[in-house]
């Protein structure tokens, strides 16, 4: 298998707080790969470090083999890594059509943009509805999936979802982690960052556990699922 | 104006003509104000507070000054030349400081402005604390009209552009904004260097007809007075920075008759403002206030 992403020794620091302290991933083509873990684990720092919106302080992150440790966030996403960041991260004044449109900001196709508005649309029949509607008074689950289909508009090689279930109803986390799913399908690997750990796990193939930003566990998922330390502290049971 | 001194027909004529020579000064800084009001709009619009445009405002206005009075360079010109010195500073500074914000913009883009007017102070071509006198008087209505059109036009332009909503993008959330692959330091850059572009234009416009200029209209007194425009008028559209910049310009003169009061009753209008109208004074609840004044009288019938 390819290797899309690889995260070696990767530090982070807010100031003088260290948030990742050396975590090692990887991640390969055509995976959903969960990263786990509780409040502050430093879970989001890790994906912000890899868009580019946090710099790594030391380590290196290679993505399909280029070093982008260093490049800025605007260039990692032209290479095709896509972040849909922590809660609603939509435009909430933006009407959402034009919130799908600012998500194809980096393509120049304006007719395949066309098409694959109406793709996400198929997708997420809810936001056919709302197109004109300004982002901000969609429901909670209905501005995650416009996050998520906003984030498809850059054609993603790989997703990075930050917590796509925080704040929803469970049957809407259920099927907003089916639409993951289905995203997977068609050729996209995920990295999701969750605290819902059962979840995450279920629909992904591999995991790794964050604990105060150091990785201290990494297996396949099914395999996390029957760990008995990862059942005590994140599965409750 | 010549049109209006030889008037001596009819009542009428004599009234405009006396109104407007004693309010003719009060008109051009409307005018003057309201260019700046969309000065700071436009990094308003990308969310962040520039205190920097009073000295652009002074860079522009010594620039045209100093060309039309050594050089005698056409008005257009040393106008077009006010924009573009400004423009230049802000394309310098905005680099390193827009990476810069929040508070942090605004403590920079503060200190420019004193840097500046320090420079104004005591460079010896922009005369020192005396400033420049003798500016010769150029600066006609219709001059303020068509460049204040020229700008309120741009801005409508703007709102439904690419531009326009990359702004309202980096406005919302910069992280979202980046995440779509939006330089953001780039596009703030641009909206600061716009912004430095229409205030000194503003401030050649200005120094064309005030007669005298010098650093103290360009410290931070005015940088003050030109984001209250804004905040005033609200921040959602153009037309608040507008609305704001000429009730603030005009109010002053309304209360003249109060005397020594005129400035606290300024400031309780101010006050009240803030109260009841917190996004200012063009904002959605502005319009709902008033379609519930015309609802209830409508009840009443």
């Known amino acids: 298998m390819k290797r899309v992403l690889e995260l070696t020794e990767v530090y982070a620091n807010y100031g003088h707080i260290q948030a990742l302290k050396g975590i090692s991933l990887t991640v390969n083509e055509g995976e959903i790969v969960a990263l786990i873990g509780a409040n502050g684990a430093g879970k989001s720092t890790a994906l912000n470090t890899i868009s580019g919106i946090v710099r790594a302080a030391k380590g290196k992150i290679l993505y399909k083999g280029n070093d982008i440790t260093k490049s800025p966030a605007h260039l990692i996403v032209r290479g095709g890594i896509v972040q849909v960041p922590e809660g609603r991260a939509i435009l909430k004044t933006l009407k959402v059509i034009e919130n799908l449109e600012l998500g194809a900001f980096i393509r120049k196709d304006p007719l395949q943009i066309k098409k694959d508005i109406e793709e996400v649309f198929d997708r997420f029949p809810i936001l056919k509805k709302r197109a004109n509607q300004p982002a901000g008074t969609l429901s909670g689950g209905e501005q995650q999936m416009l996050a998520i289909g906003r984030a498809l508009m850059a054609r993603p090689k790989l997703l990075l979802l930050d917590e796509p279930s925080m704040g929803l109803a469970p049957l809407v986390v259920k099927e907003i982690f089916n639409i993951i799913q289905e995203i997977n399908k068609n050729g996209t690997s995920i990295l999701v960052v969750e605290q819902n750990a059962r979840m995450a796990l279920k629909i992904s193939h591999r995991g790794y556990v964050l604990e105060t930003g150091s990785i201290v566990l990494g297996d396949s998922s099914a395999d996390l699922l029957n760990n008995k330390k990862v059942i005590e502290a994140y599965l409750g049971g | ?301």
């Open chain 2, 1 to 301: 104006m010549e049109k209006f001194q030889r008037g001596k027909g009819n009542g009428l004529t004599d009234l405009i003509t006396s109104f407007w020579q004693t309010y003719n000064t009060l008109i051009y800084t409307i005018f003057v104000h309201g260019m700046l009001a969309l000065s700071i709009y436009i990094t308003l619009a990308c969310g962040q507070l520039s205190l920097g445009n009073a000295a652009f405002m002074g860079i522009g206005a010594y620039t045209s000054a100093l060309l039309t009075m050594k050089m005698n360079a056409p008005f257009g010109l040393s106008l077009i030349a006010g924009g573009m010195m400004p423009a230049a500073v802000a394309l310098i500074i905005g680099i390193p400081t827009l990476r810069l914000s929040g508070v942090y913009l605004a403590m920079a883009t503060l200190g420019f402005g004193e840097v500046v007017r320090v420079a104004f102070l005591n460079m010896s071509i922009t005369g020192g604390s005396l400033g420049l006198n003798g500016v010769p008087l150029k600066t006609e209505l219709w001059h303020l009209v068509l460049v204040i059109g020229i700008f309120i036009y741009f801005f409508i332009r703007l709102r439904d552009s690419r531009f326009g909503r990359i702004l309202e993008a980096i406005n919302e959330d910069e992280v979202v904004a980046s995440v779509m692959g939006i330089k953001t330091t780039y596009f703030k850059v641009w909206a600061f260097t716009i912004g430095a572009f229409i205030a000194g234009v503003a401030g050649g416009l200005n120094a064309h007809f005030t007669f005298f200029i010098s650093p103290r209209e360009y410290g931070f007194e005015p940088a003050v007075d030109i984001l209250t425009f804004a905040i005033l008028g609200g921040t959602r559209t153009l037309w608040g920075p507008l609305a704001g910049s000429t009730v603030l310009t005009t109010l002053p003169e309304l209360f003249r008759f109060l005397g020594p009061y005129r400035l606290a009753v300024n400031g309780l209008i101010l006050l009240l403002v803030v109260l009841y109208l917190p996004n200012g004074i063009v904002s959605k609840e502005t319009f709902k206030n008033i379609k519930k004044i015309f609802n209830g009288s409508g009840c009443l019938n």
